[in-house]
């Protein structure tokens, strides 16, 4: 049985054909289109790499059981609408309507990036076996996706399990979303730079800043490098960026008291430096665990590089 | 059709024969054990309790196709075990299996309150016809029953569903469950009280503090009367609270996009005064509104006296 996952991102839509198992027979990729109309290239463009796919593959779209495609945004999953998408400037587009003139006869499924990525773990990842998860991509943005008894959590209109926009403190740090205190606001990666940034500001003969001088930048890995090297100022960056991530994970816990939490994005390359505290700090502040609630395990997402094609795949998949 | 529901309190235990319309056609209730074996007392009283329903609704056993149990902390729905209930002090209670000892011939289901008090208001009440909803009470505590797609949000050993232990103020107000800045911390009745107090005695001159002087106490309802009367700090205190409600609520709203936000327990009895406001704020500060996402809607609940009951029997009708 073969499968087509494409993950279309800010900078390139990226294809593959997979079989049942989560193996990629074959990949390739081409640049996300920029220009006036980006939808309707971006659209003949994915039916384009499809077509390549096939060809390398040497499959017919007959032998295909479906396409899946992970988009970044809120989409319309039962419509087959992109409702909207920020990063790839995409408002009300009906893709599934669209790409159905190119691939008629085969199924074609669209869901939220995050979501396919979550549906990827459980199927083929970190989570194969549970049916109760929480994944949190820990990005440039904070994505959640949650799977209940097996199924995507959506909500009204596929616009739910914003998980990354719950106020973890109230009157806080400014969010893309426009409110104030978002749990992505301090638990992306673009919220652990701020937050190493103003550590370097204010210790400046760190051994942080430093780290960073030599590197000509600050990136994610900055301060847990800085720390690794036994640097304070590094160290308690780290400390307090895994408060904000842990409060959030709790909140999350606390709400679908899943079998396990997984942790992906970029942060997540961190390994045991951030998934042995999460799971320590989950395993004290989670709610009731010492009146017999069950534990919330804290792990790693394991698909990386091909996450998004295998959990665009596991969107196809049902 | 008939069937049972019981609510079982910290005070009483209520029951009532409920038919297929949610009308109560007989109810009865008895106060709740606090011996020294409070399990085994609750257990007997309630099947006593049954047996008077019958008694008064001149019906069999036979006549009744469920019995329902709304329970108060932990409920292991699936297993039909008390996991843990401060309020009526039990851990780990097979209480289906010892009723059944009473009534083995009829189904019996058990379930959180909350979470029953949000099926009965999706089968009886303000969201008769929604298969989305979060359900909030403000009472003592706060509570949350969610229903996706029609179904109860439980999670592993019915342990989740627990959104009143999200925290909304990091490292802030101390919380029941060991956290600090819980949203129950900030939107129970009890914090309000705790909020309102504390506005007296920085304003002991105000309306609010001559109202609470004259009640000789202060309650969940006081800034709100002080705040319809024109009263400036009571006015404030209000403000303040349905801040806080409203964050939690878009927390919640933003997680699981349902149609419907319900409110219940006593606060609710505010009315427009909570609602119209909370619904501005919703509206105002949801995910992605201004870009096409569905709004949620704000409402009271309106089973108000006998919600536990038809929360209940709701639990039996699955």
């Known amino acids: 049985m073969y499968i087509i996952g494409i993950d279309i991102g800010g900078m390139s839509v990226k294809g593959g054909i997979v079989d049942e198992n989560g193996v990629i027979i074959c990949k390739s990729s081409v640049p996300t289109a920029q ?26 779209l007959s032998d295909v059981e479906g396409i899946g495609l992970g988009i970044p945004g809120t989409i319309d999953s039962k419509r087959g609408i992109i409702t909207y998408s920020n990063n790839i400037k995409m408002i009300n587009i009906p893709i599934v309507a669209e790409l159905k003139k190119y691939f008629g006869s085969t199924p074609i499924s ?76 301090y638990a992306s990666a673009t919220a652990l730079m701020k937050q190493t940034k103003a550590a370097i500001e204010k210790n400046p003969d760190s051994l942080l800043a430093k780290i960073a001088a030599e590197d000509g930048k600050v990136c994610g890995r900055t301060a847990f490098i800085a720390a690794k090297k036994g640097d304070k100022t590094g160290a308690e960056v780290v400390e307090k960026y895994i408060r904000y991530v842990g409060e959030g994970i709790v909140n999350l816990a606390n709400i679908f008291r899943p079998e396990v939490v997984l942790i992906g994005g970029g942060i997540s390359n961190e390994g045991d430096a951030l998934i042995l505290p999460l799971q320590k700090f989950t395993d004290e502040s989670c709610f009731g665990i010492k009146n017999g609630n069950p534990r919330v395990l804290v792990k790693k997402a394991s698909l990386t590089n091909d996450a998004g094609i295998l959990g665009a795949a596991s969107l196809a998949l049902g």
Do not use: Q, W, Y
Not at 112 to 141: C, H, M, P, Y
Not at 168 to 182: F, K, L
């Open 110 to 185: 669209i869901g939220n990036d995050a979501n396919a990525a979550a549906l990827g773990e459980v199927r083929f990842g970190s989570a194969k076996g549970n049916s109760n998860i929480v994944f949190i991509t820990l990005g440039t943005g904070v994505g959640t996706g949650i799977i209940i008894e097996g199924k995507l959590l959506e909500g009204a209109a596929s616009a739910g399990a914003e998980g990354g926009h719950i106020v973890i403190c109230m009157d806080g740090a400014d969010c893309s979303c426009g409110r104030r205190g978002c749990f992505e606001a």
């Open 35 to 60: 220009g006036d109309n980006p939808a309707a290239e971006i659209i003949a463009d994915t039916a384009k790499l499809i077509d390549r796919l096939l060809f390398e593959g040497n499959l017919r």
